[in-house]
């Protein structure tokens, strides 16, 4: 019922940012939360953070908090990472996903982007 797209994803220098958007298409998007995740090769996918349906609550995984904000236009259908300060260890394949259920479990995600790459050159 939702469609996702990431896009924004590149090759950066440390120090540097990037935004990735979400770009959803389907059935009542305002009514999803959204999370990102990560996954570099050989590793397990891990929880970056997630916004409300609203958009006026977020959460942040401790290795990025401080330096990522997640943000949603529902108008656009959209959804933001802002990815400040970054470091070749953020190096991975991020996803965006959409939930109708929970926050912070993979397994409560119903629907998942392609991904993007993001590389954080040293």
């Known amino acids: 019922q939702v469609q996702l797209v990431e896009s924004g994803g590149g090759l950066v220098q440390a120090g540097g940012s990037l935004r990735l958007s979400c770009a959803a298409s389907?059935?009542?998007?305002?009514?999803?939360?959204m999370g990102w995740f990560r996954q570099a090769p050989g590793k397990e996918r891990e929880f970056v953070g997630y916004?409300?349906?609203?958009?006026?609550?977020?959460w942040y995984a401790d290795s990025v908090k401080g330096r990522f904000t997640i943000a949603r236009d529902n108008a656009k259908n959209t959804v933001y990472l802002q990815m400040n300060s970054l470091k070749p260890e953020d190096t991975a394949v991020y996803y965006c996903?959409?939930?109708?259920?929970?926050?912070?479990?993979?397994?409560?995600?119903?629907?998942w982007g392609q991904g993007t790459q993001v590389t954080v050159s040293s």
């Open positions: 916004i409300t349906s609203s958009g006026r609550r977020t």
């Open positions: 389907g059935r009542t998007f305002s009514n999803y939360n």
């Open positions: 996903a959409a939930s109708s259920t929970g926050l912070r479990l993979p397994r409560e995600y119903d629907y």
